[in-house]
């Protein structure tokens, strides 16, 4: 499945790019179809972060993206780094006491919250008390209370920053008026930015949701839970190895991702993915592959010298076919995931400490029965444990016997 959004860049008055907001995108034709907006908007902050990555997205600079308030309330926004993040309220989000509460907190944390589309009632007015950056729509502006609304926002030490600028005229009294920030189509029309998405098989997800609802989280069973689905695996990945969280050092296992996110980030990650509302009922036959693998090198690195890295023999199977699914190069995505060393070495080169037992595994998947007794042989085991894992590793995969 395609993931689609878009972006348009945001500049200040030297219209230096500063920020991009990211938009739900349907499709390639760059327009925002009827969808729900907690839907769209934890579709804009999953893909942002993960499947498309905050640096190839917008170059290491902040994300504005749209909250509607069930996405406040689940508390997503601590999922990701404040300096990265500019939480842009709806303008749909009512100033209830709740939201002005969570707003407080945000702020509190470091991150930057910005208003969409204001328009000064006193409905909306509670809103200026936690907000950093103001939008003004320049399209649907009144330039009669232009200058009022300007009045009371400078007043309040808030930046401005004018949307929808649409010719130099409007970028001038944008200036004029003291706007610092600037977007619209007279600097860019929105881009649109593409890629592959992998989508957890459904009853996987109800598991997890599950698991991370229990009274007490047991990290073994959701590392099992989410080791047996390819997407969720890799977003997992590269959510904790991205730029975004900086890990001190490489994490190289589901295990060890979810120690470091911790029980609070985990629930909320799970909840992200839940809300998309994912109905794959099916596995296609390149994930039945990626899994089998997985399994079938982990079980036969049990019943070797490399027991201790089972872990990443896991993540090597799992991996190897990630190219094909997200039409991506190889390197390129296992760079993303911080993949360990001797995983890309494998999976690059066919080389390394895990040759043996990668060799093994391909050689048996493709029948040729000389070369896997070869590498049966210098791992130390016997054909019919070979043939053992590799069934018990078609048994676990979901799907791969329907």
């Excluded at 769209?40 to 893909?47: G, K, P, T």
């Excluded at 997200?326 to 911080?338: D, F, K, S, W, Y």
Aim: hydrophobic fraction near 45%; charged fraction near 25%.
């Amino acid at each position: 499945m395609n993931v689609f959004l878009a972006r348009q860049p945001i500049l200040d008055v030297k219209q230096r790019i500063r920020a991009y907001e990211i938009l739900y995108r349907s499709g390639y034709t760059n327009h925002y179809s009827a969808a729900d907006p907690d839907e769209a908007s934890s579709v804009v902050v999953l893909d942002t972060f993960q499947h498309l990555g905050l640096d190839s997205l917008t170059g290491g600079n902040p994300a504005f993206i749209n909250f509607s308030s069930r996405l406040l309330a689940m508390d997503i926004a601590t999922l990701f780094p404040s300096r990265y993040l500019v939480i842009e309220l709806l303008e749909s989000v009512e100033s209830s006491p709740e939201v002005l509460e969570k707003c407080r907190e945000l702020k509190a944390a470091g991150y930057t919250i910005a208003l969409d589309d204001f328009v000064y009632t006193a409905s909306t007015e509670p809103f200026l008390e936690v907000a950093d950056i103001v939008k003004v729509d320049f399209q649907a502006a009144d330039c009669s209370e232009l200058a009022d609304l300007v009045a009371v926002l400078q007043s309040r030490g808030l930046t401005m920053l004018a949307e929808k600028v649409e010719n130099w005229e409007e970028l001038e009294l944008a200036r004029d008026l003291g706007f610092t920030m600037f977007q619209g189509y007279y600097f860019s029309r929105p881009e649109i930015v593409t890629a592959k998405r992998l989508l957890p098989l459904q009853l996987i997800c109800l598991e997890l949701i599950a698991a991370v609802n229990r009274p007490e989280l047991d990290y073994k069973e959701v590392t099992a839970i989410i080791s047996r689905d390819l997407s969720l695996t890799y977003s997992l990945l590269r959510l904790v190895n991205s730029a975004a969280f900086f890990p001190r050092h490489r994490i190289e296992s589901v295990q060890q991702a979810l120690v470091f996110l911790g029980e609070k980030e985990i629930k909320k990650w799970v909840s992200l993915i839940a809300m998309q509302q994912m109905r794959t009922t099916k596995l296609d036959a390149p994930v039945i592959t990626s899994l089998v693998r997985g399994r079938f090198s982990e079980l036969l690195a049990d019943k070797t010298h490399l027991r201790e890295k089972s872990g990443a023999l896991f993540l090597s199977g799992l991996f190897s076919m990630l190219d094909v699914l997200l039409q991506r190069p190889m390197e390129m995505i296992l760079e993303e995931v911080h993949a360990p060393p001797e995983v890309q070495q494998l999976l690059l080169e066919g080389s390394g400490p895990y040759e043996d037992i990668g060799s093994l595994v391909f050689a048996y998947e493709q029948g040729r029965w000389g070369d896997m007794e070869q590498y049966a042989t210098r791992l130390r085991l016997e054909p019919e444990v070979v043939t053992q894992a590799y069934i018990e590793a078609i048994r676990w995969c979901p799907g791969s016997l329907d």
